[in-house]
């Protein structure tokens, strides 16, 4: 251990040390103090207020302004995206404004688009009422046509005595009787126009059949083409259907069987030249109402455009003011009600960049009183914290993802800059591949700046966050690929000729008889030769399996070292004795017996079939080794390190339970 004595302290690959501190803000310009310390984003407040509500809070009004604020703005986005407006990525330049302005625009805007909405919603009705009132024109003018042509057809039948009595009497009586009478007699046939939709039309039909007891007559006719419904504003097929009925109780059962069938009933004339001149003002109405809705939707696009010019820019202002309302409501009012009191973390190198902030705060508040900032002792744990910039900041995240370090803990992202691009890497391996993720790559770091500042999709802002990341998996990629000779999965005579050579120059049994070598080995990854031969895919496999083996066995040893470093930082000889020890000694008795069996093997060239090395260590250690024998005294080393195995099982896990329960009963 004297050796890791000697190491330099890990003072950069460790979380910042932290200090408790208290800060004592006048009211006047807490809002102001709370706003710069955000920005500068170095202090954690530590919530004072954890049994109180969120109702029972100081600035709960305030609150509530900003999440009004950011549901009207949700409003605006959703209305932009429905009607396909698109918004400038990079927002308009206006003057700052006030949350008191910006709460009073947010509210002219929603009320201005809300009754734009009204006014569409109601035209758009209408029209669709319309065009549904020229389709029943349409087609329930066919079918009247062609009853009346029906009827006097019946009549010149009747006339000549030819007429049939037992074909259908009663609906060729209900026909005469609507042609010569009409609907203006009180005892003539009468009809219903409408539209309904075309799934519900069977069942239309059979109830007014059974509520008029059969005296009706129902005569349909196809839309033809999706109708857009005026309730719903949905395209559905819909069905014009003229109903032949007599009597006002029969009218009544209709119309309310009609409106409990959701069926549209439009007044058609029965004469042809009243419904051309209706179907003539209801064209006309069309058309003046599309020009209508156009100036609207034009009118409407306007305003949602004028409005997306700021949303993003709005959205942040809204979220940076919730946000400092929300820290605000961690702090609690003194005595006097006079000023804020407040308690957090900070960064110890973050002292005096807060003090300045603080000061600043004072200044521009106009506040004649200064914002007092000291530490205080606490026995409470400190949070962690590690400083990052842009190159570092998506490794930390990653590393986050999976779990935060503790305080004053290793911190594995500084590692994960290497190892995590290499392991994807190793997988990738492919140097074509590896080219277009490096140009990918350059693109999002060129244009940083100008991305920075725009508003960016979900997928594009990830890429982007993790631009420095997929740079090093694109350098690592070609790297491995030139290792690997792999070119979009073609192999290349990049570093020179093939070491080996056909047997004859028509080369028909290179997959048969296999190749010769004449020359020396290839200098730099794999030999292009090996790719189609009959051996190809059992020496890939091997050589990738083995070195992902090695790599394996390498990270875990670094992890455990990392772990006798915590150990040594904070003290605690109990982990180092009963955990970093035995398993140093369990990891490597096994795995690191195995990769050292690896190395051994490609440096001598030899034979031996790891897998029976391994399987019959454990199920006979003291047996022969024959052809798999490495090395002399290899069966006496596996003896002894499946010895230091089995005894660094138990010391690993029954000694430091039992000591740890030990000091807990001598405190408690």
């Not at 492919?430 to 979900?458: F, P």
Request: charged residues 20%; hydrophobic residues 45%; aromatic residues 12%.
């Amino acid at each position: 251990m004297g050796v890791f004595d000697r190491l330099p302290p890990m003072d950069h690959l460790r979380s910042e040390k932290m200090c408790f501190v208290q800060l004592i803000i006048p009211a006047e310009s807490a809002r102001v103090a709370v706003t710069y310390l955000g920005e500068l984003g170095l202090l954690q407040f530590k919530d004072s207020n954890e049994d109180k509500s969120p109702f029972q809070r100081i600035f709960v009004n305030q609150v509530k302004r900003c999440a009004e604020m950011a549901r009207k703005l949700r409003f605006f986005s959703d209305q932009i995206n429905k009607a396909g407006v698109r918004s400038s990525v990079r927002p308009a330049l206006e003057p700052d404004i006030d949350l008191e302005e910006l709460e009073a625009r947010l509210g002219e805007h929603e009320h201005e688009l809300l009754e734009m909405n009204t006014n569409s919603d109601k035209l758009q009705q209408t029209y669709n009422e319309l065009l549904e009132f020229k389709l029943v024109l349409t087609k329930a003018g066919g079918i009247l046509a062609s009853s009346h042509n029906h009827a006097a057809s019946a009549e010149r039948e009747l006339d000549e005595n030819i007429y049939d009595r037992e074909v259908d009497e009663g609906n060729a009586y209900l026909l005469e009787q609507g042609v010569h009478q009409g609907s203006s007699g009180n005892s003539g046939v009468r009809f219903v126009s409408g539209i309904i939709l075309k799934s519900k039309a069977l069942a239309f039909e059979r109830m007014l059949f059974r509520a008029t007891r059969g005296n009706m007559l129902f005569n349909q006719a196809p839309a033809g083409e999706p109708v857009t419904d005026p309730i719903s504003g949905e395209e559905v097929e819909k069905t014009v259907f003229v109903v032949f009925f007599s009597g006002e109780q029969a009218k009544a059962k209709i119309l309310k069987i009609c409106d409990s069938f959701g069926a549209s009933c439009y007044p058609v004339p029965e004469e042809m030249i009243k419904q051309r001149q209706i179907f003539n003002e209801v064209s006309a109405r069309l058309s003046d109402l599309e020009v209508t809705l156009d100036a609207g939707i034009q009118h409407r696009n306007k305003a949602l455009e004028s409005v997306g010019s700021q949303l993003w820019r709005w959205t942040i202002m809204v979220k940076k003011e919730k946000a400092v309302y929300d820290t605000l409501n961690m702090l609690n009012f003194d005595v006097t009600k006079k000023c804020l009191v407040g308690e957090g973390w900070c960064p110890i190198f973050a002292k005096s960049q807060i003090k300045d902030c603080l000061q600043r705060a004072t200044l521009h508040s106009n506040s004649q009183v200064g914002i007092i900032f000291h530490e205080m002792d606490t026995l409470e744990s400190p949070p962690t914290y590690f400083r990052t910039d842009k190159f570092t900041n998506a490794f930390q995240e990653i590393v986050d993802a999976y779990g935060v370090a503790r305080y004053q803990e290793a911190n594995p992202a500084v590692y994960s800059v290497v190892t995590f691009p290499f392991l994807f890497a190793v997988m990738f391996g492919d140097w074509g591949h590896g080219i277009c993720l490096l140009l990918g790559a350059l693109v999002l770091i060129l244009r940083e700046k100008k991305l920075s500042s725009q508003k960016l999709g979900s997928f594009m802002e990830m890429a982007f966050g993790g631009r420095y990341v997929i740079l090093l998996m694109a350098i690592f990629s070609i790297y491995c690929g030139l290792i690997y000779n792999e070119f979009f999965s073609v192999p290349f005579h990049i570093f020179g000729k093939s070491a080996y050579e056909c047997r004859e120059k028509s080369c028909s049994d290179a997959h048969t008889a296999g190749l010769l070598k004449v020359r020396d080995p290839y200098p730099f990854g794999v030999d292009p030769s090996w790719r189609g031969s009959r051996s190809e895919l059992p020496f890939l496999n091997s050589l990738k399996m083995k070195m992902s083996i090695l790599m394996g066995v390498a990270q875990m040893n670094l992890g455990i070292v990392l772990s006798y470093f915590d150990a040594r930082f904070h003290g605690n000889a109990l982990d180092i004795r009963y955990q970093f020890i035995p398993q140093m000694i369990f990891l490597n008795s096994l795995f690191g017996y195995l990769a050292l069996l690896i190395l051994i093997k490609w440096c001598t060239g030899s034979q031996a079939d790891l897998y029976h090395v391994m399987i019959y260590m454990f199920l006979d250690p003291a047996g022969d080794l024959g052809e798999n024998q490495l090395f002399w005294g290899q069966k006496e080393l596996q003896i002894l390190l499946l010895l230091m195995a089995l005894v660094a099982v138990p010391w690993m896990l029954f000694p430091k339970p039992f000591i740890l329960k030990k000091l807990h009963k001598e405190v408690y």
